[in-house]
């Protein structure tokens, strides 16, 4: 998995992001482990999940 930057992040919509953390998270789940594509994986979940908890909560 390419690894997500916090730029990309920035300028991708709430609903992208939640898709994109969806696809790390498989990719980290199938990746070997301790490869680097396993810790790309973890670090695009953290980037995500940190530009997540910037945003407001909307319903």
Request: glycine share 6%.
């Amino acid at each position: 998995m390419k690894l997500v930057s916090k730029f990309e992040a920035a300028t991708l919509g709430t609903v992208e992001l939640f898709g994109l953390r969806k696809v790390a998270f498989i990719a980290f789940a199938a990746a070997p482990r301790g490869s680097q594509e396993q810790r790309n994986a973890i670090a695009s979940m953290h980037t995500i999940e940190n530009e997540l908890a910037k945003r407001k909560p909307t319903l």
